[in-house]
């Protein structure tokens, strides 16, 4: 599975951004998809998950409530939409799939995603 991510930026305090990540996988439709990201000096940490279909979601309390992670399996793209950010939301983004066929259901442990894309750094100023 080869992922693409765009989308990232600069953005002032209170504004918004919409990532996006493109599977080159024929099943993309069986990959549970994630977003993570990563601060200088600060490990990778979960941001959101997405199930096969989209009905499910999942996401990191600090994001819950501004942060919409959603897909369109007729494009092979899930995307990520950053509303209200904050200057600590600032971090290289980084889009993950399981492999095709692993659960169904939203993931969160970073050790369950062997393929990922390279980074959008996204960039708050306050």
């Known amino acids: 599975v080869q992922l693409q991510a765009s989308g990232g930026g600069l953005v002032q305090a209170g504004g918004s951004l919409r990532l996006s990540c493109t599977a080159s996988?024929?099943?993309?439709?069986?990959?549970?998809m994630g977003w993570f990201r990563q601060a200088p000096g600060k490990e990778r940490e979960f941001v959101a998950s997405i199930s096969w279909g989209g009905y499910r979601t999942a996401y990191a309390d600090s994001v819950k409530g501004r942060f919409t992670i959603s897909r369109d399996n007729a494009k092979n793209t899930v995307y990520l939409q950053l509303n209200s950010l904050k200057p600590d939301d600032a971090a290289v983004y980084y889009c993950?799939?399981?492999?095709?066929?692993?659960?169904?259901?939203?993931?969160?442990?970073?050790?369950?995603?062997?393929?990922w894309g390279q980074g959008t750094q996204v960039t708050v100023s306050s």
């Open positions: 993950a799939a399981c492999d095709p066929g692993v659960s169904g259901e939203v993931i969160a442990n970073i050790r369950r995603y062997n393929n």
């Open positions: 996988v024929r099943t993309f439709s069986a990959v549970v």
